[in-house]
T-cell receptor, first 112, second 111 residues
Framework: SAVISQKPSRDICQRGTSLTIQCQVD?????MFWYRQQPGQSLTLIAT?????????ESGFVIDKFPISRPNLTFSTLTVSNMSPEDSSIYLC?????????FGSGTRLTVV | GDSVTQMEGPVTLSEEAFLTINCTYT??????LFWYVQYPGEGLQLLLK?????DKGSNKGFEATYRKETTSFHLEKGSVQVSDSAVYFC??????????FGPGTRLSVLP
């Protein structure tokens, strides 16, 4: 199955700033997915990123707040913009493989 | 829409005890079912999956059987270890749809 490298693994950021999270896959994949896991909760899909087209956002998430890039079939970034303490979460990327869905190790973001 | 319900945690067991974490689902189609595990400070790892009714997924001593008649996918392990302490997520994915995750069940295994 695919191996995902996600970074940074954690960060503490000041409110009002932005953080870009990177996700690198060791094989080419059509779709990449970005999830948010708020403290003590399950995963919520933010958006689906296809190479060569704009990301598709789920209800409650907008491109201005969570811009996504997908420059090629092995890489994607998620930016959390104009952060507030409510954005403190774990952010995970995911890809589909023949066996199932593989997740990155996550980025634990704390906004102070 | 599709949904997943899991037993509430936390679940605390002694080492070598038998584990069951209940999971039931509602779906309009015929989804694949998954169990993911999240160890402290880490991302999600696929534990096992089943793609059709009566399939049994198994891995690392964990098992779950896809029961269409009861819309369930309960996770079991005969003898848990301290290293099994983690949060377990039941999930489903219907064809052409996104993943739907349950709320997660935290398991603590005491030596």
């Amino acid at each position: 199955s695919a191996v995902i490298s996600q970074k940074p693994s954690r960060d503490i950021c000041q409110r009002g700033t932005s953080l870009t999270i990177q996700c690198q896959v060791d094989s080419q994949v059509t779709m990449m997915f970005w999830y948010r896991q708020q403290p003590g909760q399950s995963l919520t899909l933010i958006a689906t990123a296809n190479q060569g087209s704009e990301a598709t956002y789920e209800s409650g998430f907008v491109i201005d707040k969570f811009p996504i890039s997908r420059p090629n079939l092995t890489f994607s970034t998620l930016t959390v913009s104009n952060m507030s303490p409510e954005d403190s979460s774990i952010y995970l990327c995911s890809v589909e493989t023949d066996y199932g869905y593989t997740f990155g190790s996550g980025t634990r973001l704390t906004v102070v | 829409g599709d949904s997943v319900t899991q037993m509430e945690g936390p679940v605390t067991l002694s080492e070598e005890a038998f584990l069951t974490i209940n999971c039931t689902y509602t779906a309009t189609g015929y989804p694949s079912l998954f169990w993911y595990v999240q160890y402290p400070g880490e991302g999600l790892q696929l534990l096992l999956k089943a793609t059709k009714a009566d399939d049994k997924g198994s891995n690392k001593g964990f098992e779950a059987t896809y029961r269409k008649e009861t819309t369930s996918f309960h996770l079991e392990k005969g003898s848990v270890q301290v290293s099994d302490s983690a949060v377990y997520f039941c999930a489903l994915k219907d064809y052409g749809q996104n993943f739907v995750f349950g709320p997660g069940t935290r398991l603590s295994v005491l030596p």
